[in-house]
Each structure stands twice: as C-alpha cells, then as structure tokens.
C-alpha cells in the first residue's frame, strides 16, 4: 500500500521505520518519523502538509504496524497543516493502534503519538490533557531509557505549563529537563535543543528578564543554524 503514496521522500522514511521498529530500534525510527515532515517539505518543493494529510489519509494497511505509522505520520502532517481535530483523530487511532502492537516495540509509538497529542491540544487551549498526555508519554519514555522521546515529551510540557498561572517555574524546570535530554540523546538534536532555548527565552520575557530573553534568542539562532548545517 505504501506504494500508492505520492511522496518518494515519505514513503522512505516510512518504509525506513518499519523496518527499524521490526529491527527493535524504536527511538530511532519514531525520531526520523516526527522529523519527517520537515524533511518532506524541504526536498520535494512541489509538496505541501495538505497534500501529504490527504494522501496518507486514503492509504490503510491490513498489517497493524504499517498501519500505525500511516495513521500517527497522517497525524504529524494534519498538525502541521492546523487541522488539530483531523490530527487529534490520527493521533489517537495511532496510540490505539499501538497498544495491540506485540512483536514490535509499540510503547515507542504510543509515546510519540501521545507527545505530538499534547502539542495538538496546546493548539485548542485544552492545557490540562495536553499536561496528562505530554507526563505520560515522559513516563513511558523514561521507562525505556529513550532520551530524545522524553526530552520531547517534557518541552511539550514545558510549553504547555507556561500558560497555567502560577506554573512558570514547572514550566521552566521542564523546559531544562528538555535540554539535557536532547543533548545526552545520540546524536544530539540540534534542532530541539534551538526550540527550547526559544522557549525558555520567551518565559524569561515572561518574567520581565529582557537581557537574559536576548541571550537565549541569540543562543537559539545559533542553535537553528546548526541544524540547518547538519540537516
């Protein structure tokens, strides 16, 4: 079925996880999944978030797993497009899907699919559940010893925390937590650890900090052009 999708570079990276997944190297391949989009959008011109949500959306696949990663790469591509109920419905068939995932490691797309829920629900002001998905996925991340998973799941939190009263100095601890995830994580992202600082530097305007908010934007935009560079 993979064959009927109109993205070479998709149909890669995707082909590429499964096979990953069956091999039991599951961090990886959920990393190169949630990377994918902006891999897609970067080499083919031609290619949109749009046309990529519809056409994952037409394929399904009798085999669970190939139909797992369909469903939560669907799920990355409706987010992007800002579609977050069509993404919400993705998403929560990929974690669905996941649970009944038993020859594969499916906790590794169960914490994926649940991190990229709670950046949906960050989208529609649902903070509460977008905390409880992106702390469970955390959870299940850690239990696995799968850093650069936990490090998204706690900047998803961190992100979230940051617009609940009184909660900046959770948001802020989370936010850190990230970042050392993403740089003990191998290889290093890069470009994860440019959004935190991101984030951290708009907590600090937050908190009337202008001079340290300058200093982290400008460790931010190095950080951007070093994962332009290692792209």
């Known amino acids: 079925m993979l064959s009927k999708l109109e993205s070479?570079?998709?149909?890669?990276?995707?082909?590429?996880?499964?096979?990953?997944?069956?091999?039991?190297?599951?961090?990886?391949?959920?990393?190169?999944?949630?990377?994918m989009p902006d891999k897609v959008m970067h080499k083919e011109t031609w290619n949109s978030p749009r046309l990529m949500a519809d056409s994952l959306a037409k394929i399904h696949d009798k085999d669970i797993l190939t139909e797992c990663v369909l469903r939560f790469a669907e799920g990355l591509f409706e987010y992007r497009t800002g579609g977050t109920k069509l993404a919400y419905k993705a998403l929560n068939k990929a974690i669905d899907l996941s649970g009944t995932l038993t020859s594969v490691p499916g906790w590794a797309l169960k914490s994926a699919a649940m991190c990229s829920l709670a950046l949906a629900l960050y989208r529609t002001s649902d903070l509460e559940h977008s905390i409880r998905l992106a702390r469970e996925s955390a959870n299940l991340a850690r239990q696995h010893n799968a850093l650069w998973l936990e490090g998204s799941a706690r900047l998803a939190m961190g992100n979230a925390l940051r617009y609940l009263p009184g909660e900046r100095s959770r948001a802020k601890a989370a936010l850190e937590e990230a970042y050392r995830l993403y740089s003990a994580a191998q290889p290093a992202d890069h470009l994860g650890l440019a959004f935190i600082r991101r984030q951290e530097a708009r907590l600090s305007m937050d908190a009337g900090k202008p001079s340290e908010a300058l200093s982290l934007i400008r460790e931010a935009k190095n950080g951007f052009r070093r994962a332009h560079e290692y792209r």
């Open 8 to 35: 070479p570079e998709c149909r890669d990276i995707i082909t590429g996880a499964i096979k990953l997944l069956n091999k039991g190297d599951a961090e990886k391949a959920v990393r190169n999944l949630v990377r």
